[in-house]
């Protein structure tokens, strides 16, 4: 069993070596050890006197078959054997095991709080927005052992509320849609909006919207783009939009918007890109700014982009990028500049770590200052207000040293979540790293800025092997 993952263990444990409150015990001994000493193993966190102790041969547990996250199908990986021992509310029943939530305690000091228990089953691409005074959390994709983490996994169709000034939450009524990720999804200013996204079977055109005042879902009208996830996708102030994305047999190249005032659909007009998703999106105020991509048919990166004017319903061509095309990778809107950093290739290039800033008033492109970060792809992303805010991510085997509470990754996986981040002022050109903090690294966490601090929950994990997390942290800089 995992150490400190024993649904019975006391409340209230003490760390013997460190005197403060812990929920974790070594899985040999039993004796509660906290992050400040616990050491992961392939069995368990274990404390200091048992980790070095020589463990008996075992065969590998799951090997790579190569290439990145989400573009790959990995093989061989094993569900989790125990769920956390946190004493968090009951969980309903999860397709597989919700990664061990061993918390930070009083580990994060004046910069990282643990957020309180949700509830839900552990997820990641799941569908989220901030309400101004509220994080939603909706569907999204649970990890399960050799199908992780491709599309064919298991999906999850419910969700939750989290109220970061009462640090609570509470469970949101049933959808009208299906379980499905990734979707699109808006926040209109009274509701949320999801839209398309896949589910283990097949790709989805439909949507709904749930209005967390009323606590009640509406369905979405039928709209006029095919079944497809990975689009570029944002919130004008009045419209939906959604363009390009793909499925299994193609890309697409074509659009919609959705009006949730008049419950009604609208197609937009060709524009000069080729086909492609995953690419960078972000609104400017007047227009949607795409950048980058990949065609998944063809297997190639995009390095260029285009912006959309709703209100004149045309698309211009945007001034060539300095950096190599790329899926996955951080982006904010500055109100003024689109930050783009990181990501990965699909061509055998690997993963990144550059940026560039996109300025659409004098369409010119400058390139960021270089990151204290190792490359990495999908990290949490948010825009304070004054910064890019960078935590986690998926990285490559050796990119980091190991730490106490870091993962242990068996040398063939090419799935390494990783634990540091860094902030960007875009005014200065300069990054600053971010405090540490003895949280297990992940890749597509779900982040949003709460105009305090990042709220981070959920995201892919590996302890043994790959799972879904169900933990999260508030960082305030």
Known sequence: MEGG?????????TCQRHGQPTRITCVTCDTPICPACAIRTEVGFKCPDHASKAAAPRKSRFQAVGGLLLLV???????????????????????????????????GGPHWTEMSPSGLCGRYHAAHVWTGSQLLIWGGENCAGAACP????????????Y??????????????????????TTWTGTEMVVWGGVDADAFLADGAAYDPARDRWRPVAAGPLAPRNGVSSVWTGRELLVWGGGNLDAAFLDGAAYDPGADRWRTIA???????????TAWTGREMVVWGGVDVAAGVELRDGAAYDADANRWRTIAASPLAGRDDAASVWTGRELLVWGGNTVGGGGLLDDGAAYDPGSDLWRPMADAPLTPRTAPAAVWSGRELVLWGGIGLPGAVDSGPLDRIIEPRTVLVPLDDGAAYDPATDRW????????????????VWDGEGMLMWGGLVVVSSPASSSEGVRYRP
């Not at 993952?5 to 444990?13: C, E, I, K, Q, Y």
């Not at 600053?432 to 949280?439: D, G, H, I, K, N």
């Open 150 to 161: 491709t599309f064919r996994a298991p999906h999850l169709a419910d969700g939750a509320a």
């Open 5 to 13: 993952s024993d649904p019975a263990a006391p409340a209230g444990l």
């Open 432 to 447: 600053r790293a971010l405090e540490p903090v003895p949280l297990l690294g992940r890749g597509f966490p779900i982040a």
């Open 270 to 280: 060709e524009g000069p890109l080729s086909r492609r998703s995953g690419a960078v």
């Open 73 to 107: 199908a990995i093989a061989g990986f094993i569900q989790l054997v125990r769920t956390t021992g946190r004493g968090e509310p009951a969980k309903p029943p999860c397709p597989t095991e919700t990664a061990p939530d061993v918390g930070i305690g009083s580990q």
């Open 163 to 184: 109220t970061p000034s009462a640090d609570a939450w509470r469970k949101l009524p049933s959808s009208p849609l299906s379980a499905r990720a990734p979707a699109a």
